[in-house]
């Protein structure tokens, strides 16, 4: 059985002293008064160990990502309410998006909610569709319990005001797309080739990474989305398209004239990223779900519930069903934090 790096035996010391957890967008520092405490709420989920899986010592290494105090009431909350109430961008195919037609949700992301909303003892979902930029401040203003929607575990989104990631349940990685009779079999034969990639994307910027260290004399040009960049190396106005591997491969179905090469490409802490090489414990391109940072129990109860959907195999079995799943799912902690 595949495990979650946050297994790892590093990260399961026991908890010998209280913490400090810098909240928010670090205004001030609240002490974790028992790390292992059990939050209002905990008798009505499958959760029996709640220990913090984010180890005592991120919180002086790694200001915003270490554990929380679970001892509010966000949890019971939401088990109340019975509905855990998520904003997302319900058009990215295949992390959650509405099915053709309707409003019923699908997506892998949407599978693993119904997992951690069964886990944590709630019946329902509901989701706010919003714009991706309006998602962290949407649940920075309590506008909902939590932001599940491919966002990728960063130091500038965790310093956002009144925000707090949970553990990572995915990690993206980027993939280039080809005509098959372009002679490009890997990253290296991009070197002079004209890259396309979505404007504002990490993806973007991490092309431009590669290019400056690497691959000299290529471009990299910005498009709107998935389908114009696509669409321009179908006819010939670039030679690659460069995307993180989820929606590559659900929009590439779409071109059937298109092939994915290469291997796999890491993200990497280049650029205005640099500071999540030493500033974030997780590898970048590790995604998590986002809560208001007042929610300390709704936090730690969701990563222990991601933590156990690794530990038991289900997000395995999800990303398999989506054709999203490597050995690399298990490595979302940096091997040096």
């Not at 930029?133 to 005001?161: E, F, H, N, Q, W």
């Not at 797309?177 to 994307?201: C, Q, W």
Request: include cysteine.
């Amino acid at each position: 059985m595949k495990m979650n790096t946050l297994r790892n035996p590093k990260l399961l010391l026991p908890v010998m002293c209280a913490a400090l957890l810098l909240s928010g967008c670090a205004a001030g520092q609240t002490e974790v008064a028992d790390p292992a405490g059990q939050p209002p709420g905990a008798e009505h989920t499958s959760i029996s160990d709640w220990t913090d899986p984010r180890p005592s010592e991120w919180t002086d290494d790694y200001v915003y990502f270490g554990p929380v105090d679970a001892s509010d009431d966000s949890l019971q909350r939401v088990q109340e309410a019975d509905t855990l109430v998520l904003c997302a961008s319900l058009g990215f195919k295949p992390y959650a998006f509405y099915e053709a037609g309707t409003k019923n949700v699908d997506g892998f992301e949407h599978d693993m909610a119904l997992y951690l909303a069964e886990t944590l003892g709630i019946a329902n979902l509901e989701y706010k569709n919003l714009d991706f930029s309006a998602l962290i401040p949407a649940v920075g203003a309590k506008s909902c319990d939590a932001v599940m929607t491919g966002i990728a575990i960063r130091t500038d989104r965790a310093s956002a005001p009144n925000v707090k990631f949970t553990t990572p349940y995915i990690k993206l990685y980027d993939q280039i797309a080809v005509r098959p009779d372009s002679g490009i079999t890997s990253l290296e034969d991009l070197a002079g080739k004209k890259i396309a990639s979505t404007t504002a994307s990490t993806d973007l910027q991490i092309a431009e990474a590669y290019v400056a260290e690497q691959l000299p004399g290529a471009e990299v040009l910005g498009f709107n989305n998935t389908n114009d960049c696509f669409q321009a190396v179908q006819v010939g106005n670039v030679d690659a398209c460069w995307l993180e591997a989820p929606s590559m491969s659900t929009a590439i179905q779409d071109f059937s004239d298109l092939v994915i090469v290469g291997d796999p490409i890491p993200y990497k802490p280049v650029g205005s990223f640099s500071k999540d090489g030493t500033e974030n414990p997780y590898v970048l391109g590790a995604v998590g779900m986002v809560t208001n940072s007042d929610d300390g129990a709704l936090n730690r109860a969701l990563s222990l519930a991601i933590d156990k959907m690794a530990a038991d195999g289900t997000q395995q079995k999800i990303l398999e069903k989506w054709n999203l799943w490597n050995e690399s799912q298990t490595d979302l902690v940096r091997e040096d934090a």
